[in-house]
């Protein structure tokens, strides 16, 4: 599959700090999603992002579909404990949509009361 | 709500043996994954179906197989299970190949 290059890799900052994460890509994406993955359990999805410069608010979330198609941002605003986990950036080529979605490596992020 | 459960929690079985993971949804979805995860690598795609006995490669498919005989249930098979396969097996579903992904709590098999 096409490689998400997602990062940073790891955060860890205090309650109240906002977080910002990216998933970038030499290709073109039809779709780019993000979703949350809690310990022990499967993801879960936040944000599903379906147009360029589309930008979707899920409460204190905020993601955006890059202009160019090949790139994505999620924002966490005002952060607390339970945003823990890790978040990956999913997409599906724009080239390949007979295909499944394509994964990041994920973003672990820990927060400190 | 779409529900997809995974049979097993977490499993342990021995180098060379068979195992079936199962994985059963309950939307009436055409498509069905199966992903591995391993730390440092994300979810990686071995196999998905897009309708009943259909079946497409995924990524990493080597020493995987997969049967769907209902459209419900999506079952992934080691043929021979070996330690590098020791892993989180997260199985999924959507009405859509591009979006809408709904995925299981997990099978964490440990191959010893």
């Known amino acids: 599959g096409q490689q998400l290059n997602q990062s940073p890799q790891s955060m860890f900052i205090q309650e109240g700090e906002d977080v910002s994460m990216n998933c970038t890509s030499s290709?073109?994406?039809?779709?780019w999603l993000w979703y949350k993955q809690d310990p022990g359990e499967g993801p879960v999805l936040l944000i599903a992002l379906y147009k360029a410069g589309e930008l979707t608010s899920n409460g204190r979330l905020t993601a955006q579909f890059g202009i160019t198609r090949k790139d994505s941002f999620l924002n966490i605003s005002a952060s607390i404990p339970s945003d823990v986990g890790i978040y990956f950036c999913a997409g599906q080529l724009a080239s390949n949509s007979g295909y499944a979605l394509n994964f990041g490596k994920g973003t672990s992020l820990l927060v400190t009361p | 709500d779409v529900k997809v459960t995974q049979s097993s929690r977490y499993l342990v079985k021995r180098t060379g043996e068979k195992v079936f993971l199962e994985c059963v949804q309950d939307m009436d979805h055409e498509n069905m994954f199966w992903y591995r995860q391993d730390p440092g690598l994300g979810l990686r795609l071995i196999y998905f179906s897009y309708d009943v006995k259909m079946k497409e490669k995924g990524d990493i498919p080597e020493g995987y197989s997969v049967s769907r005989e209902k459209k419900e249930r999506f079952s992934l098979i080691l043929e021979s299970a070996s330690t590098n396969q020791t892993s989180m097996y997260l199985c999924?579903?959507?009405?859509?190949?591009?979006?809408?992904?709904?995925f299981g709590s997990g099978t964490r098999l440990t191959v010893v």
């Open positions: 290709s073109i994406f039809n779709t």
């Open positions: 999924a579903s959507s009405l859509y190949l591009g979006y809408g992904y709904t």
